[in-house]
């Protein structure tokens, strides 16, 4: 399997990355010898085998539904590039 | 005095005839002295350490101490720290002051350790050489020219160069057995889910586990045993008492590992590790039957499978963690953009490094519509196979023993424009991560160019106390982690 320009071209739309057209082939070709590793993969026969996402099969706790945490906005915004008035600013995406 | 034994300075320090301040102020003079060559810390935090080194002592004057109180630490700059720059080696978060303490971090603050800073890392912990920091590569201490691994090689060279007694570290494929081995220090990751990853930058989510790195098996115990334990804000972090991980680290009689059966997988064995590696692992296996064990012969079939599974397994789960690096609530944002997508676009195109935003790419493409049974279910599905392997090999053997990396430290720049060359590094480490065991890796020798090399050795599930008991036997006979790069 090897991506096409386009497809390179579409995954970093999709990650939301920009990607310069000169450096569009040079990551192709790194994409594309990462992608020969994987598909050694396909060789071998899953069939009936179960996924496995966890080694220890927890399921997910769940918690009591109530007030746990105190409001930090003020310590979590200080991080923040861009806030006026308690609100993260943002380019303006309704006209 | 930081070149001791946690056990031999926790007795100075109890019995007054040294201060945590002044044990505080020794790790700072010898991190402004030694790191100028390694570029191990990202960042130092003189005040906050003296303030902690303070409030240490108050504790110890009034016997209240524990076996960490007054001990000086780094921490990998992937666990958040309140108030202290939390880098994770990328520009992403160049300017990101923690508002809030990882659990590890608290856990090891309410322990009475003393932090004296960050250490440098593989950007996001991308990495096998510390080669995609932001900050520059650390240097191997044995050897400035050469790699110290990764992705916790700051951790790794600033414990093996002794500027800190003990450092926290990360592991998702391999990145604290790999630059333990090759920084000729001790380094362990417990079972996936001892450790809390509430705070500590997420990689790939299902892998990434918090460990420990120290001279030996006994000091990585002590640490290890004050960061484990249940954490209900991990939604995978196990509801485990917590326990004494250096309770099989006791003092050895004549044949201390009588009965003890080490496997050893013939994959490991068979092709691709070096001659230097392969002789000092050969000899630390003889040292290991003379203290008593076995060794029996096991299979891993699947293992070959590890890193094509982990490459597609890893960089997914990267994929989805670091969407949340969109230049709106924290990190990098760029300066000049048009609209709300380009900001996105041009901020993470900025932010990230080369080697993040391939894997960002490649697990992109593997979770995009059409191709998440064909990729992410299929390694899900070697990653069984791969567990399933281990669990077949601990019925034959109780440890396996093996390499942890087929070279001594390669050179830096070597590896650093093919990825795949850089991935096939860890060979002997990324099955134990998608099976999710506890593994240490120790000292065992010198290869090429006096460069360390670590034996690793793996456990089943929740075996930690034996493993360090295990390396702690061996290092009763041998002196590999004492031995100190020159220069420092």
């Known amino acids: 399997m090897s991506l096409s320009l386009d497809e390179v071209r579409h995954i970093a739309k999709l990650a939301r990355l920009e990607l310069a057209e000169g450096d569009l082939a040079a990551t192709q070709a790194k994409l594309n010898g990462i992608f020969g590793l994987i598909e050694e993969m396909q060789a071998v026969d899953t069939d009936g085998v179960e996924p496995m996402s966890h080694p220890q099969e927890l399921a997910q706790r769940l918690r009591e539904d109530r007030v746990t945490e105190s409001d930090r906005r003020a310590a979590y915004q200080s991080v923040a590039p861009q806030t006026e008035s308690g609100l993260y600013l943002v380019p303006k995406v309704i006209e | ?488």
């Open chain 2, 1 to 488: 005095m930081i070149d001791s034994s946690l056990k031999d300075i926790a007795a100075a320090l109890r019995d007054r005839k040294v201060s945590a301040v002044e044990l505080a102020t020794e790790s700072l003079a010898r991190i402004d002295a030694g790191n100028p060559k390694i570029n191990a810390f990202v960042t130092t935090d003189r005040d906050g350490a003296l303030a902690a080194a303070r409030a240490a002592d108050e504790r110890l004057a009034a016997g209240q101490g524990g076996p960490l109180t007054g001990i000086p630490l780094a921490h990998k700059d992937v666990f958040c720290t309140e108030g202290v720059l939390t880098t994770c080696g990328s520009k992403m978060l160049a300017n990101f002051v923690s508002p809030y303490d990882a659990h590890v971090v608290s856990l090891l603050k309410a322990a009475g350790a003393v932090m004296v800073g960050k250490t440098n890392m593989d950007e996001f912990a991308m990495g096998s050489s510390n080669e995609n920091s932001h900050f520059g590569p650390t240097r191997n201490p044995w050897n400035a020219g050469k790699v110290p691994g990764g992705s916790s090689g700051g951790s790794a060279a600033a414990v093996a160069a002794r500027l800190v007694p003990i450092a926290t570290g990360t592991d998702t494929g391999g990145s604290i057995r790999q630059p333990a081995a090759l920084c000729g220090i001790t380094g362990i990751k417990p079972t996936y889910g001892t450790v809390s990853r509430y705070g500590m930058i997420a990689y790939a989510s299902s892998l990434d586990q918090g460990g420990a790195f120290a001279r030996s098996a006994e000091d990585c115990a002590v640490l290890l045993s004050a960061m484990a334990g249940h954490d209900p804000r991990d939604s995978t972090s196990l509801e485990r008492d917590s326990e004494d991980f250096g309770r099989e680290c006791t003092p050895a009689d004549a044949q201390p590992l009588a009965g003890l059966r080490i496997g050893l997988p013939k994959e490991f064995f068979a092709e691709g590790m070096e001659g230097d590696v392969r002789a000092a692992v050969d000899a630390a296996l003889a040292e290991y039957r003379k203290l008593g064990a076995t060794t029996v012969e096991v299979s891993l079939p699947n293992a070959r499978l590890a890193i094509p599974a982990y490459y597609v397994i890893a960089p997914a789960e990267a994929s989805s963690n670091l969407s949340r690096f969109d230049g709106v609530r924290y990190g990098h944002r760029a300066a000049e953009y048009g609209d709300l997508n380009d900001m996105y676009c041009k901020s993470r195109a900025q932010g990230f490094g080369g080697e993040v935003k391939r894997r960002i790419l490649v697990g992109t493409y593997v979770l995009s519509h059409g191709y998440y049974d064909a990729y992410y279910i299929k390694a899900q599905k070697l990653r069984r196979l791969i567990a399933n392997d281990f669990a077949a090999a601990f019925e034959q053997c109780d440890v396996i023993a093996g390499p942890v990396s087929p070279t001594v430290a390669f050179g830096i720049g070597e590896k650093s424009d093919d990825p795949v060359q850089m991935y096939l590094s860890d060979i002997y480490t990324i099955a134990v991560n998608l099976a999710g065991l506890p593994a240490l890796s120790h000292p065992a020798g010198f290869g090429t160019g006096n460069l360390p090399v670590g034996l690793q050795l793996i456990g089943n599930y929740f075996d930690e106390a034996r493993l360090l008991g295990t390396a702690h036997r061996f290092q009763q006979t041998t002196d590999w982690h004492l031995r100190v790069p020159a220069g420092f």
